[in-house]
């Protein structure tokens, strides 16, 4: 039962142009989403987060936006750039879990140059 | 700074035998997660603790998996015996839940443990 799921296994985009990539979850109790990014041969890192009271936050070329009635998340980053090639994982939190998160699978990130 | 410290980086072994992971949780921090990354299933989460006590252990596989933190310093995943099936990617993470920021509850990822069971 996958309560946060990523529908798209991989993404390809021209540098410059924008990247979107979605998240659905399931448990409308979640009140915090996050994003991570991964390199191969490394730790998912944290990038963005946002609380569920909001439904925008920015942070330089990465925002997230939270539209909560849809259950949905999505992260846009403009403009590309080929560093950004990495793997993007999604996650939630409850209050109540404490700090667990509940990732998804993950969406590649491939930017062309 | 230190991050999460994980050992070791690779370890192939054959089916049956004995695996064990080990964890350094950044200093301060008081909960430590194993989660562990497959191809199908993205991360999942293992296990969860809080002050060195097993607060979720739903994710655990099955009892061959084990883990522990005898000390707010060091956590170990113990396979016990192991199966090509759990062939993966093992991530160590720690977060410090002294206040919530609100930029959400941010854990910090070691560099995970490749296991490869043949």
Redesign the interface.
């Known amino acids: 039962d996958q309560q946060v799921k ?1 529908n798209s296994p991989s993404l390809s985009v021209q540098e410059g142009r924008i990247s979107i990539l979605n998240c659905d979850y399931t448990n409308s109790m979640f009140d ?3 994003w ?1 990014k991964k390199y191969p ?6 990038l963005i ?3 569920s009271i909001k439904d925008k936050n920015e942070d330089g070329r990465f925002t997230v936006f939270l539209n909560k009635s849809a259950k949905h998340l999505s992260l846009h980053i403009v403009p590309s750039q080929p560093g950004d090639s990495a793997v993007y ?1 999604c ?1 939630a ?1 409850r ?1 109540e ?10 969406t590649i990130l491939r930017v062309k140059s | 700074d230190a991050g ?1 410290i994980q050992s070791p980086r690779h370890e192939v072994t054959e089916m049956g035998q004995e695996v064990t992971l080990r964890c350094k949780p950044i200093s301060g921090h008081n ?1 430590l ?1 194993w ?1 562990r990354q497959t191809m ?6 293992l296990i ?1 603790f ?1 002050n060195n006590v097993p ?2 252990d739903s994710g655990m596989p099955e009892d061959r998996f084990s883990a522990k933190m005898p000390n707010a310093s060091f956590s170990t995943l113990k396979i016990q015996p192991s199966e090509p099936r759990d062939s993966a990617v093992y ?1 160590c ?1 720690s ?3 002294r206040g ?1 920021k ?11 443990s490749w296991l490869t069971v043949v």
Do not use: C, H, W
């Open positions: 990523q915090y989403f996050l991570y041969a490394e730790g998912p890192t944290f987060s946002i609380s994982f996650a939190n209050m879990y404490g700090n667990k998160l509940v990732f998804g699978a993950g | 999460v909960s997660f989660y199908m299933r993205g991360l999942e989460l969860y809080n607060i979720d991530f993470a977060s410090t839940d919530r609100s930029s959400g509850n941010t854990i910090y990822f070691g560099e995970g």
